[in-house]
């Protein structure tokens, strides 16, 4: 059983920025899907960030391209969130998700991954 934990979140002031950090002790994101959601109080959970350790291709939501960047570092076990010029509408709950093989045709959603962390809190404020 693959155990996800993130870290990294905090409350940074707009324009701020924050890594995220999603870490899979013992185990290799190889061959694996692995994306970033966030879930804002009483919305839905939305995939923010996508990268698919096989050819380290990644996708983003039109709402952080350009400010987030995903990225992977196999030897540590490790896939970043790194999240510049932060907006107030950034605030939400951020969870790490993870499958193996091939990544599901975007928007991805809960239900495609078996794997999760528990989630760490990004507060942006104005």
């Known amino acids: 059983q693959v155990q996800l934990a993130e870290s990294g979140g905090g409350s940074v002031q707009a324009g701020g920025s924050l890594r995220l950090s999603c870490a899979a002790p013992?185990?290799?994101?190889?061959?694996?899907?692995v994306t970033w959601f966030h879930q804002a109080p009483g919305k839905e959970r939305e995939e923010i960030a996508t990268?698919?350790?096989?050819?380290?291709?990644?996708y983003y939501a039109d709402s952080v391209k350009g400010r987030f960047t995903i990225s992977q570092d196999n030897a540590k076990s490790t896939v970043y969130l790194q999240m510049n010029s932060l907006k107030p509408e950034d605030t939400a709950m951020y969870y790490c998700?993870?499958?193996?093989?091939?990544?599901?045709?975007?928007?991805?959603?809960?239900?495609?991954?078996?794997?999760w962390g528990q989630g760490t809190q990004v507060t942006v404020s104005s």
């Open positions: 998700a993870a499958r193996w093989g091939s990544c599901p045709p975007p928007p991805r959603k809960k239900a495609d991954f078996g794997y």
């Open positions: 013992g185990y290799t994101f190889s061959n694996k899907c």
């Open positions: 990268i698919y350790s096989g050819g380290g291709s990644t």
